[in-house]
């Protein structure tokens, strides 16, 4: 069973909540070949977005972990990849960390988390994992960096995002998946668009047809779906009314 709160199972649960309260329950599910292609492409566009960082660093003082665990920070390199770092219940992979001038615990500097996106536009998801990644920091330095660094498209565009929103987000995001996996019950299913890159797709579709679950309506607004719910929930037979109608 998984106890750290990490950056994978956040990423999870803003995706689906039956996903990450699998994961954290120790559930294994089965690769889909198109996640597995993301997972390769992801991996291949990170390892060149390492390289590529490493190039255009102003000093040769350079540390590169490979993925394993970051033990401290107080060494001041200028900057850091690929490393896990951890604290307070919270662990994260650290697609970079560039040092910056300020006072923390770690002297007169800090750092700035950097996270590496593949794809051109960023999300709010991975906005929301880099405000994890700062939350992290934040720990390990003693100072929560307002500011962060996404490296987005095959161009390596680099797009400097401030936090304070994110972190406001984040807080709420967290202080639920926390209820959920301290819970008893498990989360109610709803199918939605990432479960074509699921593990547990087959597992959640199974479950979904032998409840007769409204999600499997693809296409169906909330609206819609909230309206035949309401329909099923009623005794008896339904009235036809045009107020019932939920278009």
Not at 52 to 79: I, K, N, P, Y
Not at 93 to 111: D, I, N, T
Not at 217 to 231: F, H, P, T
Request: charge should be positive.
């Amino acid at each position: 069973m998984t106890h750290a709160f990490t950056d994978s199972l956040l990423e999870d649960h803003i995706h689906c909540h039956s996903k990450s309260y699998l994961r954290f329950q120790g559930r294994l599910g089965q690769a889909t070949d198109y996640s597995n292609l993301c997972a390769r492409l992801d991996a291949r566009h990170r390892a060149n977005a390492f390289q590529w960082l490493a190039a255009q660093s102003m000093t040769a003082d350079v540390q590169c972990f490979g993925g394993s665990r970051l033990e401290h920070l107080a060494t001041g390199h200028a900057l850091i990849l690929d490393a896990v770092g951890g604290a307070e219940g919270l662990e994260t992979h650290f697609h970079g960390l560039q040092r910056v001038p300020g006072e923390s615990l770690l002297g007169p500097f800090y750092y700035q988390p950097i996270r590496v996106y593949r794809h051109l536009q960023p999300s709010s998801t991975v906005r929301l994992l880099l405000a994890f990644d700062a939350l992290v920091l934040g720990h390990l330095q003693g100072l929560l960096p307002d500011d962060g660094i996404l490296i987005c498209g095959p161009m390596f565009r680099r797009i400097r995002v401030p936090l304070r929103v994110s972190h406001e987000s984040l807080t709420t995001i967290l202080t639920r998946l926390r209820i959920q996996v301290a819970s008893i019950n498990e989360p109610p299913l709803v199918l939605n668009r990432h479960c074509d890159l699921c593990e547990f797709k087959r597992l959640c579709r199974a479950r979904a047809e032998e409840a007769d679950n409204l999600t499997l309506l693809s296409g169906a607004s909330a609206k819609s779906l909230r309206w035949w719910g309401q329909r099923r929930g009623r005794s008896g037979g339904a009235s036809d009314d045009a107020g019932d109608d939920p278009r």
